[in-house]
């Protein structure tokens, strides 16, 4: 089992430009999310999915798109890059546990540069 | 909001004991432990639940206190292993967590 994979690891952008983080999860989770990672701030959620078709907004969403059209993938999109979206993002996917919030099972980060 | 953890960071000498706080200004049903090691993704340690019993994982251990609302993680006689940051997350809506700002630990021989 592959778990949770991100693509790519590395990008460098320029102010202004677009791109997109592909994560793709083979646990047959329901819900899968994107945390972008700071220094200081900790995780910080942007998007998520409770399933194929429904997101909804984390705490910081601005600046970003997503979409969930299968179980397995959940890209990010980035619709015009800028500096302060410089980070580490990582995608995490879960299933609905007991104790009001998922275990997540995190992909290995795409850490992101905007010149 | 986001849980408050303390101290940012700590440095140990192998085989101490470090104590990892968090706490949260809105009632709490349960707290989630998550280490990072340095390059790589969080990684779940462990679920406190509202009225459950403490939870172990290796020599770390935590408890909750629902009246205080805060969490509290025991790391025991520290091995290098255990380096790394430590967040807790508090559950939000969409089963989706809200992390601390994390905890550095660094063990050194």
């Known amino acids: 089992n592959a778990g949770v994979t991100q693509t790519p690891k590395f990008q460098v952008l320029k102010t202004g430009q677009s791109m997109t983080l592909q994560c793709a999860q083979d646990?047959?989770?329901?819900?899968m999310s994107w945390y972008r990672q700071d220094p200081g701030m900790g995780l910080r959620l942007i998007h998520y999915?409770?399933?194929?078709?429904?997101?909804d907004q984390g705490e910081v969403p601005n600046g970003y798109n997503v979409s969930r059209s299968t179980t397995e993938d959940f890209p990010l999109r980035l619709l015009s890059a800028a500096p302060s979206q410089t980070s580490v993002y990582f995608c995490?996917?879960?299933?609905?546990?007991?104790?009001?919030?998922?275990?997540?099972?995190f992909g290995a980060g795409s850490r992101l540069t905007v010149l | 909001q986001q849980p408050v953890q303390s101290p940012q960071a700590v440095i140990l000498r192998e085989g101490e004991d470090a104590v990892i706080n968090c706490s949260s200004s809105?009632?709490?049903?349960?707290v989630h432990w998550y280490r990072q090691k340095h390059g790589e993704a969080p990684v779940f340690l462990m679920i406190?639940?509202?009225?459950?019993e403490q939870k172990g994982h290796e020599k770390i251990s935590a408890s909750f206190n629902e009246k205080k609302q805060q969490s509290s993680l025991y790391l025991t006689a520290s091995q290098l292993s255990y380096s790394g940051t430590y967040f807790c997350?508090?559950?939000?809506?969409?089963?989706?967590?809200?992390f601390g700002g994390g905890t550095r630990l660094m063990v050194k021989p």
């Open positions: 995490a996917s879960s299933y609905s546990g007991l104790s009001g919030a998922n275990v997540l099972t």
């Open positions: 646990m047959n989770h329901e819900y």
């Open positions: 999915s409770v399933g194929a078709g429904i997101t």
């Open positions: 809105k009632a709490l049903y349960s």
């Open positions: 406190l639940l509202k009225g459950g």
């Open positions: 997350g508090t559950p939000r809506a969409g089963n989706m967590l809200t």
